[in-house]
């Protein structure tokens, strides 16, 4: 094992085609590695390689096939691949270390979980690690912060950074930031009794050196007692600029999600882009894009970062289906665009001023249909944007749900109690206008002007990977991974995984010869809940896998 870790950190990765052109332009650097959660810190999720391109993406075979253990809630990561190593997480926050030539083991680490993460609403699941200073981080679902190794696994420090004993929400289920010496952990909260918090931790050794609540102390914002358990929290990774240490992070809902009869405010910051000095916690600006959210419309979306036309920007999604185009720098509204015409809870937002015009209330115990449903107009599932071609590629989800408030009589304080208001996320349903309930759509991301769009009879919700090469990879709930052609949409290649896709798919170079890496394994509550608008769902073979594809000789 010794040697084989040896070889497999030296590795040196040279590729003839796919490392030359694009090497000096923004998002290009590390072409052959996968070294964050969205690859580079802009957010893009686009790899310079181009050795698998249009020409010849009809030659992808299989390479490898790993297996990540426990199945439960499927494989939801985001591979990492650092020097022809793949840092995995699975279930359970088993890590792994695979070489990424072969799939074979490097080495393993799996933490021994609090009893009570049998309990707690979001788990076992994790979306990822993250690597720096020589080691590999995670967050776990019973809220501590874990160091390992990045040579041998072995652990470096944990951190208990929250109550987990007394906090069904206190967790993780997404890898921490790093952000320069510090890593940046955003909590579990939205739908559970609880305030989420983001936590600064010195990457060195672990010690928690902040907190930001994601909850204002306001009596404006949250009147009486509501912001106790106002949810919120950051659950999904944050994007660090480094040149003003600065991290960005989209927040949870308001909780209850849908009963909101006594937080009658804007529920700051839920629902927000936050944006915080990685050192101090500091709060530099904030912009809520869904005030006093009712409909479950939470924003812990990727935030893309963008140089254009001398202003510095900011695009960021949230669940309603509308992009924000943001000054950088002040959180300012440069445009704000609906990926989808399938909405309405608002009539619509003012792209000036960023005002919900025409709201949809919710009654209490009366159903209201509402669109998008409580998935999002897009999941949590990051997009992929190309600067080749400008287009950012993300999985619409175009269906809607009722949604029923009701008085909770549940205590939400005790384990596994959802605190929101009804008795379920929604009942799902087709788009009243008969369209497709999904589509892979290739946009303008500060327009909004659609160049190509794919209807799906099955809605996507993997992330979504373009590259060099003119391709962008997409896989669906049933298992079928396809290859578009990034300018066109056309299908070029198709291939069915076995099982569905919720991870991120990733790309790198080892020894001259490019990758493509599936995570295949359905799961998350996606998979509970789906079936009841597609039945085809209900059947779909559970796995966790990863599954390596390059091209034949």
Request: net charge neutral; hydrophobic share 35%.
């Amino acid at each position: 094992m010794k040697a084989l870790l040896a070889s497999s950190l030296g590795l040196v990765c040279f590729l003839t085609t796919a490392t030359v052109a694009l090497a000096a332009d923004p998002g290009t650097e590390d072409p052959n590695n996968w070294p964050l959660y969205n690859r580079t810190a802009n957010a893009w999720r686009y790899s310079p390689l181009d050795q698998i391109n249009k020409d010849n993406v009809s030659k992808l075979s299989v390479s490898w096939i790993a297996h990540g253990g426990d199945i439960t809630m499927g494989i939801q990561q985001t591979p990492i691949v650092i020097d022809g190593v793949i840092y995995s997480i699975t279930s359970g926050n088993r890590v792994a270390a695979l070489d990424g030539k072969t799939g074979q083991q490097i080495w393993s680490f799996e933490p021994k979980l609090d009893p009570l993460t049998k309990k707690v609403l979001f788990a076992p699941y994790s979306r990822g690690v993250a690597v720096g200073h020589g080691m590999v981080f995670i967050g776990t679902v019973d809220g501590r912060g874990i160091a390992l190794d990045q040579k041998t696994g072995k652990e470096k420090w944990q951190v208990q950074l929250t109550d987990f004993t007394n906090c069904h929400g206190c967790n993780f289920t997404s890898p921490p930031v790093v952000a320069g010496d510090i890593l940046t952990f955003g909590s579990t909260a939205g739908e559970l009794a609880t305030q989420g918090k983001i936590y600064g931790v010195e990457a060195a050794t672990g010690k928690k050196v902040w907190e930001f609540n994601t909850i204002k102390e306001d009596p404006k914002s949250w009147p009486g007692q509501s912001g106790r358990y106002g949810g919120g929290g950051a659950w999904m990774p944050g994007t660090y600029d480094a040149k003003t240490d600065t991290v960005f992070y989209g927040t949870g809902n308001p909780g209850k999600d849908f009963d909101a009869s006594d937080r009658k405010g804007d529920n700051l910051y839920t629902d927000s882009v936050v944006a915080l000095e990685a050192k101090t916690g500091k709060l530099k600006w904030y912009r809520q894009e869904i005030p006093h959210d009712v409909w479950d419309f939470d924003s812990p979306y990727e935030v893309l970062q963008f140089t254009k036309d001398g202003k510095d920007l900011i695009v960021h999604m949230n669940k309603s289906g509308y992009v924000f185009v943001l000054d950088k720098n002040n959180g300012n509204i440069d445009n704000i665009w609906p990926i989808s015409d399938l909405k309405n809870f608002v009539k619509d937002i003012d792209p000036k001023t960023g005002e919900l015009i025409g709201r949809v209330e919710l009654t209490m115990n009366k159903e209201t249909l509402i669109c998008p449903s409580t998935f999002g107009g897009r999941s949590w599932n990051s997009g992929a944007y190309n600067p080749k071609t400008g287009l950012w590629y993300n999985n619409v989800l175009d269906f809607c749900n009722y949604l029923k408030p009701i008085e909770q009589k549940e205590d939400p304080k005790d384990y596994g109690t959802g605190h929101t208001g009804s008795n379920d996320f929604g009942r799902l349903v087709m788009a009243p206008d008969g369209r497709k309930p999904g589509q892979l759509s290739a946009n303008d991301p500060f327009t909004g002007k659609q160049k190509w769009s794919y209807a799906m009879d099955v809605p996507g919700f993997s992330c979504v990977l373009t590259t060099a090469g003119g391709l962008v990879f997409n896989g669906d709930p049933m298992g079928k991974l396809q290859a578009f052609d990034a300018e066109t949409g056309k299908v070029l290649w198709s291939f069915n995984t076995g099982s569905g896709m919720r991870g991120g798919l990733v790309t790198y170079a080892v020894d001259g010869e490019q990758y493509i890496l599936v995570p295949s394994g359905w799961g998350s509550y996606a998979a509970l809940l789906m079936p009841a608008l597609l039945p085809q769902l209900e059947k779909v073979p559970a796995a966790s896998t990863l599954i390596a594809f390059k091209i034949s000789k």
